[in-house]
């Protein structure tokens, strides 16, 4: 093993135990570790294990199609499902599509030949990114076919710069590596990583399949009737500077469903102290009974509802965009509606496409928001807006039943 990746995983574990007195995210991946053991044993010995690893809760939902499919395809195979990040084992630790859901461990070699030795698994699935060196290497050593899918790689990766040569051959590890494009396919080939498939980003079958099962939301569905209804979701502090004024001043007819990225009590109630129109949070709803008199605006005070909300809405807002970079944008655009967001989108291809295919919007202030919202106030522009959208997604809907085609079970 590469003396590099032993060393990197024993800095990062010293790190995450150091930080964990002061951070609630490091004190539960710790906690959850020494759980991970226990659970471990209770996959059984006489059935194949095929194992998934999703850094969090969004690579989970972009690897959950897949493993799905292969549940239905490979039902003597038990799925072991790990996570890094609490914000996807706390959501997801019951997930019931996996036999076993863990932490993986720390990446350092004694818990690293433990896990894989309790798992014992046939073939490891690992979902867009999360490259643990020794993790990487113990499975090679082992002969346990890996693969990396719905990759992207941008050329300011570590892998492609100068001294980046020893993060690199972690690359070659994978058996093969499903990206989502051909700029991804051709960085590698020009690296020496020619195990590459360009298969598209199975997100898109996922949101398709959301849309499909999408919820009834009552008092949604109640203050859509009469108004033309912006849903805005994953919303920061940013986000929201713009958005309130805009709907203090904005006409009658014109309603708000704002769902924040963090639902705390003092962030909820800073939001109300913003708001000039009357409002109510979804969990003051009354199913049954009518909206109070005047309501204009609902907050989303709960988990889990974004995705069936946005169908709701004439235009859809995502929020994130004015911080580290904005969030699942595909969960609207799903349903063929305009969608706008801050600048802060570099990172995700499938937001540029939409906005290369004028199907997705960047602003940067209230009076371009104002802008967008007249300009899509016209049913002509929706409707073309909404066909552009849908020719996209026909586009990059598929991945998942490539993927799994090529993905045979070891014999």
């Known amino acids: 093993m590469n003396p590099l990746y032993s060393l990197a995983g024993i800095v990062a574990s010293t790190l995450l135990h150091l930080a964990a007195p002061f951070h609630k995210k490091a004190r539960l991946i710790i906690e959850g570790r020494r759980e991970t053991a226990t659970r471990l044993e209770q996959l059984s010995s006489d059935r194949p294990v095929v194992w998934f690893h999703a850094s969090s809760l969004g690579e989970f939902e972009q690897g959950r199609p897949l493993m799905e499919a292969w549940r239905k395809a490979h039902p003597e195979y038990q799925i072991l499902l790990s996570f890094f990040s609490p914000s996807g084992y706390e959501v997801r630790h019951d997930y019931a599509g996996a036999d076993v859901v863990v932490y993986l461990p720390s990446d350092r070699s004694s818990s690293v030949r433990r896990f894989l030795d309790l798992a014992h698994p046939s073939l490891a699935v690992f979902i867009k990114y999360d490259f643990w060196p020794t993790m990487l290497s113990e499975l090679s050593v082992r002969s346990i076919p890996t693969y990396l899918v719905s990759a992207i790689f941008r050329p300011d990766q570590l892998f492609f710069r100068s001294y980046g040569g020893w993060y690199l051959r972690l690359l070659h590890l994978f058996r093969r590596l499903y990206v989502q494009d051909e700029s991804s396919r051709q960085l590698l080939i020009e690296h020496g990583v020619e195990a590459v498939q360009v298969t598209g980003d199975t997100r898109f079958d996922r949101v398709e399949d959301i849309a499909r099962a999408a919820k009834d939301i009552p008092a949604v569905a109640e203050l859509a009737q009469g108004h033309r209804l912006l849903v805005a979701g994953s919303t920061w502090p940013e986000d929201e500077a713009i958005l309130l004024p805009y709907f203090n001043d904005a006409p009658e007819d014109f309603a708000l469903v704002l769902a924040p990225h963090e639902i705390h009590e003092e962030h909820l109630r800073s939001i109300e102290s913003g708001l000039k129109r009357p409002s109510i949070r979804l ?10 008199e005047g309501t204009s605006c609902i907050i989303i005070d709960c988990f889990g509802l974004l995705s069936s909300v946005y169908r709701y809405g004439k235009w859809a807002y995502v929020g994130g965009g004015f911080g580290k970079s904005v969030h699942n944008t595909l969960e609207a655009a799903v349903y063929g509606v305009p969608v706008f ?17 004028a199907s997705g919007f960047v602003l940067h202030d209230g009076d371009e928001l104002a802008q967008l919202l007249c300009r899509f106030s016209s049913e002509e522009e929706c409707k073309a807006l909404e066909e552009r959208t849908r020719a996209y997604f026909a586009e990059e809907c598929g991945a998942t039943a490539t993927i799994l085609a090529d993905l045979a079970p070891e014999s």
């Open 341 to 357: 967001f801050g600048p802060e989108i570099h990172k995700h291809r499938e937001v540029r496409e939409l906005v290369h295919r």
């Open 283 to 292: 969990s003051e709803y009354v199913e049954g009974k009518p909206l109070p």
